[in-house]
T-cell receptor, first 114, second 109 residues
Framework: DAMVIQNPRYQVTQFGKPVTLSCSQTLNHNVMYWYQQKSSQAPKLLFHYYDKDFNNEADTPDNFQSRRPNTSFCFLDIRSPGLGDAAMYLCATSGRTGETDTQYFGPGTRLTVL | GQNIDQPTEMTATEGAIVQINCTYQ??????LFWYQQHAGEAPTFLSY??LDGLEEKGRFSSFLSRSKGYSYLLLKELQMKDSASYLC??????????WGAGTKLIIKP
């Protein structure tokens, strides 16, 4: 089945210790998104890629970086995690940007910062 | 600013019908999505409306009125597994999804 996969499902890191979350997709979608979601809140878009074009949201902290080495994979790097970065990180994909296309989500990675 | 409003929490009884409302104010409109999110899991797509009217999909239906900036999700024959948060999201003129905070639906036997 075509799907969006995120690894790991649960990640524990220490304050200030860099961490990388990964996302892969077999849907062959052009667009990949990273969201941060805290409890009982709406998902917050951090950035997205349309193919290799990177689009950063204006209020995404510099502490968050992303890489997309190919169509299938996308990574979220948190350079110096703080306690406020503990959240669920969601990867999503869609077929095209600039058009109304449904976003499909991976299972998410729950990040705990000690 | 852009805003999506939906009730924080609703309670319903197994076997009953529940309607979850969503009102929106966005810069442009390119469609409205409903997602279901179980606790600790990712959102899963339920429905998409871009024209006024009712879209039915099994036990779930979604309605849209663009002139009123209003949508609802109707869930029939409620089952315990329907206990989840239901997120309303609108795609704006820049094709960005604007998300509501979600409605937590509690189903009681």
């Amino acid at each position: 089945d075509a799907m969006v996969i995120q690894n790991p499902r649960y990640q524990v890191t220490q304050f200030g210790k860099p961490v990388t979350l990964s996302c892969s997709q077999t849907l062959n979608h052009n667009v990949m998104y990273w969201y941060q979601q805290k409890s009982s809140q709406a998902p917050k878009l951090l950035f997205h890629y349309y193919d290799k074009d990177f689009n950063n949201e204006a209020d995404t902290p510099d502490n968050f970086q992303s890489r997309r080495p190919n169509t299938s994979f996308c990574f979220l790097d948190i350079r110096s995690p703080g306690l406020g970065d503990a959240a669920m990180y969601l990867c999503a994909t869609s077929g095209r940007t600039g058009e109304t296309d449904t976003q499909y989500f991976g299972p998410g990675t729950r990040l705990t910062v000690l | 600013g852009q805003n999506i409003d939906q009730p924080t929490e609703m309670t319903a009884t197994e076997g009953a019908i529940v309607q979850i409302n969503c009102t929106y104010q966005t810069s442009g409109f390119n469609g409205l999505f409903w997602y279901q999110q179980h606790a600790g899991e990712a959102p899963t797509f339920l429905s998409y409306n871009v024209l006024d009217g009712l879209e039915e999909k099994g036990r779930f239906s979604s309605f849209l009125s663009r002139s009123k900036g209003y949508s609802y999700l109707l869930l029939k024959e409620l089952q315990m597994k329907d206990s989840a948060s239901y997120l309303c999201a609108v795609m704006d003129s820049n094709y960005q999804l604007i998300w509501g905070a979600g409605t937590k639906l509690i189903i009681k036997p």
